[in-house]
């Protein structure tokens, strides 16, 4: 299995990812109507969603590629590209092109992205941009039922996986009900540490929705300007009803994903 760690060079990681590749089975049917380019395409990503080419990996160059594989070069281009534009594999100037990550799909549930990402595989890390206490906004106070001007802990957090940021959270805790403390922010979740305070969260009301990035929020989370996000506003409840946090996320749609379990009425 090819890793990156801080002590390998791109040398030998690009080969270690080769001889992963060449121990790989690609499965080609050249009489089936499915074009060769979405064939490979798909086999690719099995293998990065099996961790068979994990975060990191080098993928050997498209002649190479090619000529193993019997397929001409445009053919292996369009299969990575496809690749790309899911998010899977990044083409990086003087590197090659790399696996990045699999795409994270977070059931609509009351968890934490921390929670999730960690139960995925994904090794979150989280980096605290603000965490100061301030009078709540309109917004904010109707969302937790408090007066305006209250006093709530702001805290913004950038969330990432494998060293690449996933996405960008703004979140508001009513001043006195926890001790948001920024170093546990950096190696937790904020649930984790709400049910660590004693506090039991019982419902949330959220909505989902899709927008284009900000010049700042693009950069922020490392996508082109306009790039498609996802946004999320929850506000969570403990088990007595009360209003503990209010949440505006925003998602990479590139990597991320919401699923739905739709039951039918009879």
């Known amino acids: ?18 001889a992963t590749l060449a121990g790989m089975d690609f499965a080609l049917d050249r009489s089936s109507p499915v074009p060769l380019y979405y064939q490979l395409a798909q086999q690719l990503e099995s293998a990065i969603q099996r961790d068979v080419l994990s975060p990191g990996s080098l993928l050997g160059n498209e002649v190479e590629l090619a000529g193993r594989l019997g397929l001409s070069r445009p053919t292996v281009r369009q299969a990575i590209q496809t690749l790309v534009d899911k998010g899977l594999l990044v ?13 994270v799909k977070r059931p609509l549930e009351l968890s934490s992205l921390y929670d999730d990402l960690e139960t995925a595989g994904q090794s979150p890390t989280t980096q605290v941009l603000h965490n100061e206490v301030e009078p709540a906004s309109p917004e904010v106070a109707a969302a937790l039922g408090i007066a305006e001007r209250s006093g709530v802990h702001r805290v913004d957090r950038l969330r990432l996986t494998h060293g690449q940021p ?8 009513p001043e006195g009900l926890l001790d948001v403390d920024t170093a546990r922010l950096e190696s937790t979740g904020l649930y984790r540490m709400m049910r660590a305070a004693g506090i039991t969260l019982h419902s949330a009301r959220q909505s989902v929705g899709a927008r284009s990035a900000t010049p700042e929020e693009a950069e922020r989370l490392h996508e082109p300007a306009g790039a498609a996000l996802l946004t999320m506003r929850r506000t969570a409840y403990d088990d007595t009803g009360r209003a503990v946090e209010y949440g505006t996320h925003i998602y990479r749609a590139s990597r991320y994903a919401f699923e739905f379990q739709l039951l ?3």
């Open 1 to 18: 299995m090819a890793r990156v760690s801080p002590h390998r060079t791109a040398g030998s990681t690009r080969a270690s990812a080769a």
């Open 166 to 173: 996933v996405a960008a959270l703004c979140n508001y805790i």
């Open 264 to 266: 039918v009425r009879a």
């Open 91 to 103: 083409r990086r100037r003087g590197v090659g092109t790399q696996v990045v990550h699999s795409q």
